[in-house]
């Protein structure tokens, strides 16, 4: 192995010693619950990897024997991506509710009542408490656009069963949600391929 060049020596170096630093003044924090806790996780922000996240929780879940579910607000029930395969080849029930971006939509009142009636499917399993975690895929949305009330949002994700989690996808999420969630991530774009004209890859985006 060739020796590092200068920079990353110094780097290694700093590296090392804000390292040792941490590990020498780390501390357990105090007042850790045990067992599970149902979150609402929000995942927000203009960057790419929002429902990639999500996802990838209910493959963690599912690895540990939970049961999941997805709703999934803007994609439509035919919809047929990479991640609709892998969900089938899983057996994890997902549902499309959409019908596309809403950038293309030909009848935005239409697009409306079908995220409204998403979420009187959502609402249902919510309420049922038949899963471990549900994610409400681009759900901010229907309530950015008022779709669908925040109030009785607020009161069913309030009353849900207490060990279950619920995660919400999607840009805009309203300060109410971010308020009431548990964990949120903001993720922002710093670069993104399309930008420099490159399309959209089969497997990275669909």
Known sequence: MSAPDDATAARREAAMR???ADRDNYKKAEGITKGRRGLLIVNTGK???KTTAALGLMMRAHGRGLKTRMFQFLKHENAKFGEHRTLDALGLPYEGL????????RDLDNSADMAAHGW?????AIE???YDLIVLDEFTYPLKYGWVAWPEVE????ARDPKMHVVITGRDALPELVEL????SEINPIKHAYAA??????????
Request: charged share 20%.
């Open 47 to 49: 960057g790419k990897g």
């Open 128 to 130: 049922a408490g038949e």
């Open 197 to 206: 004209g490159i399309g959209a890859q089969t497997g990275i985006e669909y």
């Open 120 to 124: 009187t499917l959502a609402r249902a």
């Open 98 to 105: 959409g019908d596309g971006f809403t950038w293309r939509s």
């Open 181 to 184: 969630a548990d964990t949120v």
């Open 18 to 20: 804000e390292l040792q």
């Open 155 to 158: 009161a069913v994700l309030r």
